[in-house]
């Protein structure tokens, strides 16, 4: 592509970012937000200036296409913060206002502070993942067992379609937890390969646009754009300062793709394997009771781990997670009965 062919690009994309911010700053009248997306729409006005200038000859007129008018049609009717997801790949900025500096929580006023707040940050969600993992592997290969106990007594045919739950349940959750973390790794080095280029390109509106974000979310605008400036000077704090301030994302929580694969893959398999067990040893109904012992047991177990997340009552959540595993394994129970006794 043609030097003048990707100012012209430039252009259209700050344009369109102008375009959105304007529908954003109508959809939050009223609110401070509504100043700080007016402000980035001027800011991405006068960066589109910039590309323009670099084309050597007069910017056509702007019309928004087809995707831009659509995420309007959808900012207007359910607000920026429902298609936050969908905003930030459309080089949408500030979108941080809706995720932090909750009130009650200062906001960082140096550039020390910056830097052990997102130092402090991480992603701190592999133990969520596992017990959730955990939790989808012991109810659907519970209720598969169950399901093919009330259909049939055949031990071999047990076993046979629990191996073959927990292997086609962990393959299916691994790829598709595959598929989302490269997919938001894709967007994320996408997003902050156009923040570096920015920086590179127009530091000083990179700059303002950071300190629109820091004043609207309370601090002074002496202080927000001395607080900017300090930052942008530092290359490497400036990318990742961008990519949460403006863009809302979290380098942090970005793990390996294959790494989040095989974790998942484990942790559904580990569930799956509790109620399958018995069935490695046992026959027949006596397999049947101590399957079913073992997962009333991890059911319990899981529920109250949950807990650890909602800061409710262990017993209570460990008794509501036992009472959701019986009902479905009850029900697959009763539906295969139904069918083996049909079937015969």
């Known amino acids: 592509m043609t030097n003048s062919g990707h100012s012209l690009d430039g252009w259209r994309e700050e344009m369109r970012s102008a375009y959105l911010y304007q529908v954003m700053a109508e959809a939050e009248s009223g609110t401070p937000r509504a100043e700080l997306f007016n402000g980035l729409a001027r800011e991405a006005e006068n960066q589109a200036g910039i590309w323009s200038r670099q084309t050597g000859k007069a910017a056509p007129g702007y019309v928004p296409d087809l995707r831009a008018r659509m995420v309007a049609t959808l900012v207007r009717r359910y607000g920026p913060r429902a298609l936050r997801a969908i905003l930030v790949a459309m080089k949408v900025r500030g979108l941080s206002v809706y995720s932090h500096a909750a009130p009650g929580h200062p906001l960082p006023t140096t550039l020390e502070e910056v830097g052990k707040r997102h130092r402090g940050i991480s992603g701190g969600g592999n133990l969520r993942a596992a017990v959730f993992g955990v939790n989808d592997g012991l109810v659907s290969n519970a209720s598969l067992i169950l399901g093919v106990a009330g259909a049939s007594a055949n031990n071999s045919i047990i076993l046979l379609s629990g191996v073959a739950g927990l292997m086609a349940g962990a393959f299916s959750m691994a790829a598709g937890e ?17 923040e570096r ?3 590179e390109e127009y530091p000083e509106e990179e700059a303002e646009e950071l300190a629109l974000i820091y004043a609207a979310r309370g601090l002074t605008r002496e202080d927000a754009t001395k607080l900017a400036k300090a930052i942008i000077a530092d290359p490497a704090q400036a990318l990742d300062t961008l990519a949460r301030e403006e863009l809302g994302l979290n380098p942090d929580d970005l793990g390996s793709p294959w790494g989040a694969a095989i974790f998942s893959f484990l942790s559904f398999a580990a569930g799956a394997l509790a109620p399958l067990l018995p069935f490695f040893a046992l026959n027949g109904s006596r397999a049947l009771f101590v399957s079913i012992g073992i997962t009333a047991l991890a059911l319990f177990a899981v529920g109250a781990a949950i807990s650890l997340f909602t800061g409710r009552s262990a017993l209570r959540d460990g008794l509501r997670m036992l009472a959701i595993g019986a009902t479905a394994g009850g029900l697959t129970y009763t539906i295969g009965r139904f069918l083996g006794v049909s079937l015969s």
């Open 197 to 199: 280029d920015e920086l």
């Open 178 to 194: 595959y598929v989302s973390v490269r997919s938001q790794r894709e967007m994320f080095e996408h997003q902050i390969g156009l």
